[in-house]
T-cell receptor, first 115, second 116 residues
Framework: GAVVSQHPSRVICKSGTSVKIECRSLDFQATTMFWYRQFPKKSLMLMATSNEGSKATYEQGVEKDKFLINHASLTLSTLTVTSAHPEDSSFYIC???????????FGQGTRLTVV | AQSVTQLGSHVSVSEGALVLLRCNYSSSVPPYLFWYVQYPNQGLQLLLKYTSAATLVKGINGFEAEFKKSETSFHLTKPSAHMSDAAEYFCAVSGELTGGGNKLTFGTGTQLKVEL
């Protein structure tokens, strides 16, 4: 299957700072990337959908000014958690899909801890 | 709109026993269906997918699933469980392909435990 690389796998940051998470499709062009948040022992909550070159579409209840998503190329999307607070601590996962494909491929996830 | 119901948040089987993880879906359009596996602190790995071809789909690691339209089900099975199968399993559904890829709707997941 296709490979999606997410970096970093773990990050600890101080409250009030910003953190950037990268999601790269290594061997295919990702026309669409998705960002999820996963709480402990819970399913994945879709945060936003981004299409290359367009503004991201956020799900209801997700603060777009707090979770900045950029999808500037067909192989890279970034999620920036701005002014992070302890309640933003979570497991964030990206996935990537391409035109005409039914399935999405997932990154390894990023464990964010805000202290 | 699509939705997925996974019956049983926890399933425990003995090593060598049959694995059966249940998934029922709801979709207003012909669905695409997926099973993903997640190991602790990792992303999701695609096990198999149904995209309107054969109703019995074979995936990786010996898993397979059967699409039954009349029952709106897509249950995941494996004839003989292995210790390495212990993980969280997610069923997902999507609808018609859109211009840039498909938004997946996930079930709540089933934690599979394999005992000696």
């Amino acid at each position: 299957g296709a490979v999606v690389s997410q970096h970093p796998s773990r990050v600890i940051c101080k409250s009030g700072t910003s953190v950037k998470i990268e999601c790269r499709s290594l061997d295919f062009q990702a026309t669409t990337m998705f960002w999820y948040r996963q709480f402990p022992k819970k399913s994945l909550m879709l945060m936003a959908t981004s299409n290359e070159g367009s503004k991201a579409t956020y799900e209801q209840g997700v603060e777009k000014d707090k979770f900045l998503i950029n999808h500037a190329s067909l192989t890279l999307s970034t999620l920036t958690v701005t002014s992070a607070h302890p309640e933003d601590s979570s497991f964030y996962i990206c996935s990537a899909s391409s035109f005409g494909r039914a399935e999405a491929f997932f990154g390894q996830g990023t464990r964010l801890t805000v202290v | 709109a699509q939705s997925v119901t996974q019956l049983g948040s926890h399933v425990s089987v003995s090593e060598g026993a049959l694995v059966l993880l249940r998934c029922n879906y709801s979709s207003s359009v012909p669905p695409y269906l997926f099973w993903y596996v997640q190991y602790p602190n990792q992303g999701l790995q695609l096990l198999l997918k149904y995209t309107s071809a054969a109703t019995l789909v074979k995936g990786i690691n010996g898993f397979e699933a059967e699409f039954k339209k009349s029952e709106t089900s897509f249950h995941l099975t494996k004839p003989s469980a292995h210790m390495s199968d212990a993980a969280e399993y997610f069923c997902a559904v999507s609808g018609e392909l859109t211009g840039g890829g498909n938004k997946l709707t996930f079930g709540t997941g089933t934690q599979l435990k394999v005992e000696l």
